[in-house]
């Protein structure tokens, strides 16, 4: 089932970044607050981050020349909802002034130019085509990474957010929640129908002869991204199963392993916990491996820690669930894109350039503390 995002739920505007304070609103006055940037801003109050431009163009003595750095404490004037007609005239006078336009002549007001005197700016033969925005696709209940109901929805938004807004603020793009993950790869990036989708892991592309079949698929098909965060990837039995303190990936062999679909088996095969070795469950969402677990219809949950430690507190397990200690992979989650879209690689390099600044300013680090702050159920 797919969820098209949208930047407004009723009269409430969505909280985008676990640091702001309030949600803004439009013909008024917003202090920035720590992890805030002017798509997100202008996403909660006109539900639509590009009328950042709004924003800035309101602000430009306050923010400067870039318009993808504003200070905290500032304070910014919402100018009111430029697509609403019947919003109020901003109050605040623009930070650069301009000439005043010659006065008009009463002949020039009563008798207005002919209609097909006026030509769209978008129709003269010297515009400039259209920039085709770039179309993102994720998913829900995979927190805290990815779920619309998440602040932001979610880590991995938030930083490919973030990521393409610090390469190009006037970068534009789309995001939308699909819950059929493996449609993701299967269908949606290889028919062209969105360009980037998040968060993945990365196969060991550089030994192709340990993958299984569908990971060398992802590997010759799929452009990753940088990495964005790293994750440990293990293993969650009951409490009084015994399967918490084993050492040895064997013991786990004859074993029904539940890992959800879209998660790549790689982790298992490399173990060799292989299809011919276990029986292996993939439903969709991560919450439903722990309530098999929790039903005694699978043995383990092999998935990343974080998602696991969510899940297990979303469905109030965390008394009888734990996680085994002794066996776990250090993994990496990417941003993805099918090799045959001709953009793939552009589109990758520049959420790569984006996720450099982002480490280099320690805008990545807020966006993951404040994300783990808050951590409630991942993908991979």
């Known amino acids: 089932m797919a969820f098209a995002r949208t930047f407004t739920f009723g009269c409430t505007a969505v909280l985008l970044t676990s640091a702001a304070a309030l949600a803004q609103e439009a013909c008024s006055t917003y202090t920035v607050a720590v992890g805030d940037n002017l798509r997100f801003i202008a996403r909660a109050?006109?539900?639509d981050a590009d009328l950042y431009r709004v924003i800035y163009e309101a602000n430009i003595?306050?923010?400067?020349?870039?318009?993808?750095?504003?200070?905290?404490?500032s304070t910014l004037v919402i100018p009111c909802d430029p697509n609403d007609p019947t919003a109020p005239l901003a109050t605040a006078e623009p930070a650069?002034?301009?000439?005043?336009?010659?006065?008009?002549?009463?002949?020039?007001?009563?008798?207005?130019?002919p209609e097909a005197e006026i030509t769209p700016v978008s129709a003269t033969p010297d515009a400039a085509p259209a920039v085709k925005p770039i179309s993102f696709v994720t998913g829900n209940g995979y927190a805290p990474f990815a779920d619309e109901t998440l602040p932001g929805g979610g880590m991995m938004t938030q930083l490919a957010e973030m990521a393409i807004f610090r390469a190009d603020p006037g970068i534009p793009y789309t995001l939308t929640f699909i819950?059929?993950?493996?449609?993701?790869?299967?269908?949606?990036?290889?028919?062209?129908?969105y360009d980037l989708s998040f968060p993945w892991i990365r196969p060991n592309c550089e030994a192709p002869e340990t993958l299984s079949p569908g990971d060398q698929t992802r590997c010759a098909d799929f452009v990753f991204s940088g990495p964005f965060y790293e994750?440990?990837?293990?293993?969650?039995?009951?409490?009084?199963?015994?399967l918490g303190s084993v050492t040895n990936y064997a013991d786990y062999q004859g074993k029904r392993i539940c890992r959800p679909e879209g998660y790549t088996t790689g982790v298992l095969d490399a173990a060799g916990l292989t299809a011919s070795t276990v029986t292996l469950l993939r439903p969709v969402l991560a919450t439903d491996c722990f309530k098999a677990l929790a039903a005694g219809e699978v043995d383990l949950v092999a998935i990343d820690a974080e998602v696991g430690d969510a899940a297990v507190a979303q469905l109030g397990l965390t008394a009888s669930v734990e996680q085994n200690p002794h066996l776990s992979t250090l993994l990496s989650l990417h941003v993805i894109a099918h090799k045959s879209n001709t953009r793939a690689v552009d589109m990758i390099g520049q959420l790569d350039a984006g996720l450099i600044e982002m480490y280099q300013s320690g805008e990545w680090y807020e966006i993951v503390s404040s994300a783990l702050a808050q951590d409630t159920g991942g993908q991979d």
């Not at 790869?185 to 290889?190: I, S, W």
């Open 45 to 47: 109050a006109y539900g």
């Open 61 to 73: 003595a306050v923010i400067g020349e870039k318009a993808d750095l504003i200070e905290i404490g």
């Open 96 to 113: 650069v002034s301009e000439p005043a336009p010659e006065p008009a002549t009463e002949t020039a007001a009563a008798e207005p130019a």
């Open 179 to 193: 819950n059929d993950w493996q449609a993701h790869v299967d269908a949606l990036l290889p028919s062209g129908a």
């Open 231 to 242: 994750i440990v990837d293990g293993f969650f039995v009951l409490r009084d199963s015994g």
